[in-house]
């Protein structure tokens, strides 16, 4: 492992971010990486989970969508056990344009993304949830990621060739010195001190523009919130897209126990403008509808938002949809020597944004290093079999541990706890639901997140406070879709909470109450 190598700090620990350190530490570079919050808890979170094919863009950007096949099967070969290979499916409603179809399939054949039309009557027999108007339909090779299990494989790997990962630390200025970033200034575990660096990539994505302005630069964003609902159990079996122009309300995701079903568009100015108004789970709802009938008569768990960083170039025509393409910015051209800012994309292309930015980086030092992250692979904690929601439900039938079971719903069993909470040292009850999925199936932590608690306490932590954390999360999603059944079902997890386990959740806590 290289010492000499110049000292790279990256901001912001998404997709992006962590797949940029990754590259410069394979590449020798020593590398600093530095997240607000915990790995992935933004846009890398909030989205509808897809390690997507491209199709999606074969028609308006068939470049880009090559890019997403490529990447796709990268992010599936290094980490299977992230990925689950759902299949994907996009199926022309008789109300979608009848000539999209003949362009879908000609798009997707130009980017090389293999596509294969299927008789509409066996996709509605094998789909019984979606519309019984499917005129035609086509099936390309989507698949789910598992964002937190994959984003970890990867702070893990540049961990382990020499990299530090700086979770809930945050940049609170750069000093610079000859025309050049010198130094940031990080505040996290109660102190806050100086880094000295030799360059700084802000890969903060929504957050990129107020890093670009902490460091005196600016980045030409535009963002976007897109809001998402969340349904009980797995209403499709593969990924399905309406076979139309890329639009709203038009994909549904099977990931885990539930299902995911998006996605809106909205300009926002605040990146973290992640709250969901009543009138855009209506709106979701309308725009399911076509897609899944009685979209209405299944439970809804929640409903959550992302925010995503577009880039808008100047001067860009009124009206036109933004591209997805991604854009590694050097601030040089602004005064600053040794800033660059990456930004768009999306999941799927980060290993792409992560290469692009690296090679910048690396040509500043006069490193002559191609990219290897592409064919080096992740160490593995499991197998390197893909994963599959089944399984964990498969081993504990096979071995009858039916009681060794912390969460029913998502079927994590105690042990795989005790892992992160005596192995890693994590306290945050919220951190371990993104690791575990602990309380993100029917009951979305009612019963599990007591049982979390106590294991944090007994390890020393603050179990009662991280409980009420916990449950201030759950139910700000769930109280969106308190209606029916799911009203009782939110109801009854409050009461226990509250009365049961003694919860109080205070004003800075509890998301019912008006901050202002």
Not at 55 to 68: K, L, P, T
């Amino acid at each position: 492992m290289r010492t000499d190598g110049p000292h790279i700090a990256v901001i912001g620990g998404g997709a992006t971010g962590c797949g940029v350190a990754r590259d410069l530490a394979l590449r020798g570079c020593r590398v600093t990486l530095v997240e607000t919050g915990d790995l992935g808890c933004g846009t890398s979170s909030r989205f509808h989970g897809m390690l997507q094919s491209g199709a999606r863009y074969a028609v308006s950007d068939w470049r880009y969508a090559a890019e997403c096949m490529r990447d796709r099967r990268i992010v599936a070969r290094l980490a299977p056990e992230a990925v689950e290979e759902t299949g994907g499916l996009f199926v022309n409603l008789d109300s979608d344009p009848s000539d999209y179809a003949d362009r879908f399939v000609a798009g997707c054949r130009r980017a090389e993304i293999p596509v294969e039309e299927l008789d509409p009557d066996r996709v509605m027999a094998d789909e019984p949830a979606i519309s019984r108007r499917v005129r035609r339909a086509f099936a390309v090779p989507d698949a789910t990621i598992q964002p937190w299990r994959y984003l970890n494989l990867l702070a893990d790997d540049v961990r382990r060739r020499g990299g530090t990962i700086l979770t809930r630390h945050c940049v609170t200025s750069a000093r610079r010195t000859a025309g050049r970033v010198a130094a940031l200034t990080v505040e996290g575990d109660g102190a806050s001190r100086e880094i000295a660096v030799d360059a700084v990539v802000n890969a903060a994505g929504p957050w990129s523009g107020a890093i670009a302005r902490l460091l005196d630069a600016e980045v030409p964003l535009e963002l976007t919130k897109g809001s998402i609902l969340v349904f009980a159990h797995r209403l499709v079996s593969r990924a399905i897209n309406r076979c139309r122009p890329p639009s709203s309300h038009d994909i549904m995701v099977p990931t885990g126990t539930v299902s995911l079903f998006g996605t809106t568009s909205q300009v926002v100015d605040d990146p973290a403008a992640t709250s969901v108004s009543p009138a855009e789970v209506q709106a979701l709802l309308d725009g399911a509808e076509p897609l899944i009938p009685n979209i209405r008569s299944y439970r809804a768990l929640r409903a959550w938002a992302g925010v995503r960083p577009l880039v808008r170039p100047e001067n860009w025509p009124a009206g036109q949809a933004l591209s997805r393409r991604h854009a590694v910015i050097d601030h040089a051209a602004q005064g600053l020597m040794g800033a660059f800012t990456v930004c768009g994309g999306s999941f799927t292309s980060h290993r792409t944004m992560a290469a692009d930015t690296a090679d910048h980086v690396c040509r500043l030092f006069g490193i002559n290093e191609p990219s290897r992250a592409a064919e080096t692979p992740l160490a593995r904690a499991g197998g390197a079999a893909f994963w599959r929601p089944s399984s964990s439900y498969e081993q504990v039938e096979s071995s009858g541990r039916y009681a060794q079971l912390l969460c029913e719903c998502e079927n994590v069993p105690y042990d795989a706890v005790d892992r992160c909470v005596g192995d890693a040292g994590l306290r945050s009850l919220n951190d371990l639901r993104r690791r575990l999925r602990v309380g993100f199936g029917p009951c979305q932590g009612t019963f599990c997140g007591a049982r979390l608690a106590s294991i944090v306490a007994a390890a020393g932590g603050h179990g009662h406070d991280e409980l009420e954390r916990f449950w201030a999360e759950r139910i700000k999603g769930a109280a969106l879709t308190g209606w029916g059944a799911n009203a009782r079902q939110l109801m009854l997890g409050d009461l226990v909470c509250r009365e049961t386990l003694g919860l109080a959740l205070r004003p800075s806590v509890d998301p019912r109450v008006d901050s202002k």
